[in-house]
């Protein structure tokens, strides 16, 4: 292959040399491949790296336009993407459709840049979500791996991956450092988690947890089913819904709430990463989550309000696990960092015997349930070997919620929170969690999130394996999910307040 690198990585940034050109080389995409009814170019070399650059411009203050600018000076300007002006299941399935095209045709180059595609998504972890849940929504034979700039508050995901947690520069040199490491970068498999959302419809008027202005900015993973759809159910209302990071409810949620609330009502206090999480801990002191377990109302402890039923294994029976009486939060965990990186479940040491935990795992098809009282018991997290409450590690999940002392509480996915309310009648509101599929990811060496097949660290694979039998007999209720329905966000939506 011709072309190579001849710049090198000092210090972490690129060295000044007339190599720059032939270094970028390794990433740019011609036109053609990617524009339909483009002119035929004379194509030299193959890139090693040819990647896709998806950009929330509205990101991170100016941050997000900033890195968009340099992009499109380094790359071909087709190959970057404004999030702002065109979504991404519109790109990539015109993308797809035009690579196809061109290999039927015997365009080798086509089928060789699709081989080795990658794709880079700046933004929150909102924004990173809603990219994995339309490659998800493609079910390519090989879907791109996916690398995470970090230009949200919280990055959880580019920070589990090795993508760090601070924002990233956005001169030429930081961005040229950034694409070296995606060239080095590792693949690694990630679960997806199906939700599924049921609740009566009362007699006197919509319960609807999705009220005009309590909409969650994370509606690219949750939205109604339509009353024709299959899994809608007569005198019920029904949503669904898919995550990759958490699913929390409580105390965590209710602070999220507030902050978004806060920020809708005043976006000019939140131009910077740091602003954003000083205000953050405001919030969380000023709702009395720093107060003594004992002077805490019992009303808001999970046990008031819902139950808890798992099934540990596909297939399995479902079983009720008691929540302890003082939780007031519980999350459920795909990846090891939440709330800005921290590992509510930590690093148990030894694998499951009678009844014990395992380490988590971002490819083994479970996931990790933990509590927490307060926000002192969160801040054992700062501790070296600190987490919460492990409660269980599950294959699906259920939440019966039923008439409390409360009449609403607060829930989340993957940092976008929203308002429910509870019954107020002998109904239940029901929340289901099960396992979804696989996609890929980038990782850099070294990261916290750890694969089954190899522990210590990220692996790399030829190609994905077909739906597994777990997978291809589950009921047509999770089979036929899809992000085609559900990844979109709504025009009416303003993606600069993506988390």
Same mark, same amino acid.
């Given at each position: 292959?011709?072309?190579? @690198? ?5 210090? =972490? ?78 790109? +990539? ?24 595609? &990658?794709?880079?998504?700046? *933004? ?7 990219? +994995? ?35 990233? =520069? ?71 819904? *898919? ?37 953050? %801990? ?40 008691? /929540? ?26 030894? &694998? ?14 479970? @996931? ?10 969160? +801040? ?24 409390? %002392? ?26 289901? @969690? ?17 694969? /089954? ?47």
């Amino acid at each position: 292959m011709g072309s190579h @690198i001849l710049g090198s990585i000092v210090g =972490g940034k690129m060295a000044h040399s007339n190599s720059g050109e032939d270094f970028l080389k390794n990433f740019k995409i011609p036109k053609y491949v990617l524009v339909p009814k483009s002119e035929s170019e004379n194509v030299p070399d193959v890139p090693q790296c040819p990647v896709l650059v998806f950009i929330n411009s509205r990101s991170g203050g100016q941050l997000g336009g900033d890195l968009l600018v340099t992009y499109r000076s380094l790359l071909n300007e087709t190959q970057v993407f404004d999030l702002g002006e065109e979504t991404p299941d519109k790109v +990539l399935s015109r993308v797809y459709a035009n690579l196809e095209k061109l290999k039927q045709n015997g365009d080798e180059f086509a089928t060789k840049i699709q081989e080795k595609l &990658r794709i880079i998504v700046a *933004g929150g972890d909102g924004t990173a979500g809603w990219l +994995l849940g339309v490659v998800s929504d493609l079910k390519l034979s090989h879907s791109p791996p996916i690398a995470t700039v970090p230009l949200g508050t919280g990055n959880n995901l580019p920070f589990a991956f090795g993508w760090g947690k601070k924002n990233p =520069g956005t001169d030429p040199q930081s961005v040229k450092s950034f694409l070296n490491e995606v060239k080095k970068a590792k693949e690694m498999k990630i679960d997806s988690w199906h939700l599924l959302m049921r609740m009566k419809t009362p007699k006197d008027g919509p319960l609807d947890p999705i009220a005009p202005l309590e909409l969650p900015h994370s509606l690219h993973a949750f939205g109604r089913v339509s009353d024709t759809n299959e899994l809608s159910v007569e005198g019920y209302h029904t949503f669904r819904g *898919g995550f990759w990071n958490y699913f929390s409810m409580g105390m965590d949620a209710q602070v999220s709430y507030a902050f978004h609330t806060e920020r809708k009502l005043h976006p000019e206090k939140f131009k910077n990463q740091l602003s954003n999480q000083s205000t953050y %801990a405001k919030i969380t002191r000023s709702q009395g989550w720093f107060s003594s377990s004992l002077s805490q109302s019992s009303s808001r402890n999970i046990n008031q309000f819902a139950k808890l039923l798992i099934m540990k294994i596909h297939g399995g029976q479902w079983e009720e696990l008691q /929540i302890p009486p003082s939780i007031k939060s519980i999350v459920c965990l795909n990846l090891p960092s939440f709330s800005g990186g921290f590992n509510p479940w930590g690093m148990p040491s030894r &694998r499951r015997h009678n009844g014990e935990f395992t380490p988590p795992y971002v490819d083994d098809g479970r @996931i990790e349930v933990v509590g927490f009282r307060d926000a002192w018991h969160g +801040l054992v997290l700062l501790a070296p070997k600190g987490h919460g409450t492990r409660l269980t590690q599950a294959h699906r999940i259920r939440f019966l919620f039923h008439k409390g %002392a409360i009449d609403h509480t607060y829930m989340r996915i993957d940092g976008e929170p929203w308002k429910q309310p509870l019954p107020v009648d002998d109904e239940t509101v029901m929340v289901e @969690i099960s396992h979804l599929r696989q996609v890929n990811i980038l990782a850099r060496h070294g990261c916290r999130s750890k694969s /089954i097949n190899n522990p210590v660290s990220p692996t790399s694979h030829e190609a994905d394996e077909e739906d597994s039998d777990e997978e291809a007999h589950e009921s047509a209720e999770y089979r036929k999910f899809g992000a085609a329905d559900t990844f979109k966000l709504p025009e009416e939506i303003d993606i600069s307040q993506l988390s």
